[in-house]
């Protein structure tokens, strides 16, 4: 790379670029070797083929390299030779697109992949770091990316497809590019438009199937952009639209609904086993030679089956966001409730309605009722559920086709935290709601999406040690979560089956996150509240009495863990009239909960007001409650 051959340092880059494919080992070995310091001085040379072929290496291992390499070019200084080539890449581009019949197509597909190859480091070093996005941010990079996309039907969709993938990445949580997006009513429009773009559009693309996949991408990277930067302010024509009803949830539903994991990766198994059948001696005369676009129809569909999975991964990046901030539903005028009103309360039980509202019409997304759940739960419950490649082998080892197990455990994680975010919304309170609930017709709805989470974390298992397992833990982590929402929603519905209890037990124990502990004793406090299973009660109970404070106790309290118990044993004995309450009785769960009054007050005290205001606010609540129960379950003298 510094010989003093232009020809050869061209050839350098070329041959970095396809050495570090999907190839760690050699990455590591080539970045110790300086690599990246090399390619981002070549980035001055003072031959456009090199400076060319350096953009390329350099966007492969950003690609491939993850957070260190991005990190290892910021603090090389990678920006600096970057920043310069927006201006002379926006003059080039004006250039061809005033007189394209004087630029050769040659000279137009050099500069447009370099353009791609600028924005996709752009955008991966957005990703990296505050710092590296603190600078970008002072490039004034919306202007330059916009007009990629304004100009989106003389240009090629691969290239205007980074621009928007870099957009959407600057506008996810980063005032600076919002504020300036928002309020320019040209590029909201010009998002709007090709959001709601449908079929091919004439661009300079090889191959209809391509153009059209990636046009899908486009449209739901627009959609990502304009959900963030929403609320759009007039006069654009998208603040007059009602973009997750209209706009968004059509683009995205589809897409989910049409997606088989299970055929895509057995799909890829077939295409693995068709390249390890092909003599060694005859992928020597079918792999790529340098700066070579040949690749072989098993690559090419690999790489297509990749691009696909990619999409559905964004789409529920996107929806995960909307399910968080699901609006207010209409209240409940009428109900027949299935149990009887106990004392009320504000507790997050009481907000299940919101999800079994009859009242409110399927196609209004500001009230939300029953058809919500077949319309988005349904297509995301697929979604969660593993395939053969979707983590490494338990065994050890690396995956059979790393690419695709990479996709696919994002795509069940997004899944995962959708659904998580859609339950809560559910059953989350909301300030002068009903709570009034009728579950009476939803047991099958509740039984069925119960099960479903359950099979996909039974088949994803509970061998996470191994290293190379990190994502079926996170995948258990986001589950029991999951599981603790419909549990709310469906309070009481639920019926405890023994091996689930036990295994969220173990769960707990074993989690050293006090999150996941919370969400484990969450999920355990809804199915105690099942009126029938008075053993599986006395068991749950039982295993919640160990997280209060106590002489006896061997290892330290955790303060969050702690006041979840206390709560959840509350909410579980609130009601004296329900069967299970024998085991409060026979237990003497009334003295227990009393001797521990002073020392919940201690723990309290423990938590920093200021650091940790809103646990402290909790366990100040939880505090009262248990000295008000107490004195109310021994007023009943019971």
């Known amino acids: 790379m510094e010989s003093v051959d232009s020809a050869e340092r061209k050839w350098a880059c070329v041959a970095v670029s396809n050495l570090i494919q999907n190839d760690p080992a050699t990455r590591r070995l080539l970045q110790g070797k300086n690599v990246v310091g090399a390619l981002i001085t070549r980035l001055s040379d003072s031959e456009e083929e090199v400076v060319v072929e350096a953009a390329g290496a350099l966007r492969n291992l950003c690609i491939d390299g993850g957070y260190d390499i991005c990190g290892e070019m910021y603090n090389k200084n990678i920006l600096s030779p970057l920043k310069a080539f927006i201006p002379k890449i926006s003059i080039t581009l004006s250039r061809f697109l005033e007189n ?43 202007p330059f990316l916009m007009s990629f996309l304004a100009a989106r039907t003389n240009l090629p969709l691969s290239t205007v497809t980074s621009a928007a993938q870099c957009l959407y990445v600057l506008s996810d949580d980063n005032p600076p590019a919002i504020h300036e997006i928002r309020p320019n009513a040209a590029y909201t429009t010009c998002l709007l438009e090709i959001a709601k773009t449908e079929g091919s559009p004439n661009l300079n693309e090889k191959g209809k199937e391509v153009s059209n996949e990636r046009l899908v991408t486009l449209r739901v990277l627009c959609c990502g952009i304009l959900k963030n930067v929403s609320p759009v302010p007039p006069p654009s024509i998208a603040a007059s639209v009602e973009l997750d009803r209209d706009v968004i949830l059509p683009t995205l539903h589809p897409i989910l609904a049409s997606t088989s994991l299970q055929e895509a990766s057995q799909r890829v198994q077939e295409l693995i086993a068709q390249q ?22 098993t690559d090419t569909e690999l790489e297509g089956i990749e691009w696909k999975l990619r999409t559905v991964q964004l789409s529920l990046e996107v929806l995960t966001g909307i399910c968080a901030t699901l609006p207010d539903p209409e209240p409940v005028i009428e109900s027949d409730d299935v149990f009887e009103d106990a004392e009320e309360d504000d507790t997050i039980e009481t907000d299940a309605d919101m999800l079994l509202d009859e009242s409110s019409g399927p196609s209004d997304l500001h009230t939300i009722s029953t058809s919500f759940l077949p319309a988005l739960v349904a297509p995301l419950l697929p979604l969660v559920q593993p395939t053969l490649l979707s983590f490494p082998p338990p065994t050890g080892g690396p995956s059979p086709h790393p690419p695709t197990t990479s996709v696919l455990s994002a795509i069940h994680i997004c899944a995962m935290e959708c659904l998580n975010n859609i339950f809560f919304s559910l059953a989350s309170p909301r300030k002068g709601q009903n709570p009034s609930i009728n579950l009476r017709s939803e047991v099958e709805s509740a039984t069925h999406v119960w099960s479903e989470v359950w099979r996909a974390l039974d088949a994803i298992g509970t061998d996470f040690e191994t290293p190379g397992q990190e994502r079926r833990r996170e995948m258990w982590q986001l589950g029991v979560g999951v599981l603790w929402g419909i549990g709310v ?20 124990e074993v989690s050293t996150d006090q999150a996941v502990k919370v969400k484990c004793l969450g999920t355990l406090e809804c199915l105690a509240q099942h009126p029938q299973s008075i053993d599986a009660n006395r068991v749950i109970s039982t295993y919640l009495l160990t997280y209060l404070p106590s002489p006896s106790r061997s290892t330290p309290l955790l303060a969050e863990p702690c006041l979840q118990a206390l709560s959840a044993l509350i909410d579980i004995y609130s009601d004296e ?29 423990g938590i920093d007001r200021k650091r940790e205001r809103e646990l402290r606010r909790r366990g100040e609540e939880v505090r009262d409650n248990l000295v008000a129960f107490v004195e109310y379950r021994r007023a009943l003298k019971l």
């Open 276 to 297: 390890d059948a092909i003599p060694a001696l005859d992928k020597l005369t079918t792999e790529k030679t340098p700066k070579s676009d040949h690749k072989s129809p």
């Open 489 to 508: 929603v469906w309070k009481g519905v639920l019926v405890p089956v023994d091996a689930q209890v036990q295994l969220l037990m173990q769960f707990c």
């Open 100 to 142: 394209p019949q004087n630029a050769p197509e040659n000279a137009q597909k050099l500069v447009y992949e370099f353009a791609d190859n600028v924005i996709t480091i752009f955008w991966c070093l957005s990703e990296t770091s505050n710092k590296a996005l603190t600078t970008i941010n002072s490039l004034s990079l919306v």
């Open 577 to 605: 009239a329900l069967p299970y309450d024998v085991n409060f009785r026979q237990g003497g769960y009334v003295n227990i909960l009393a001797s521990c009054i002073e020392a919940v007050r201690k723990v309290v005290r």
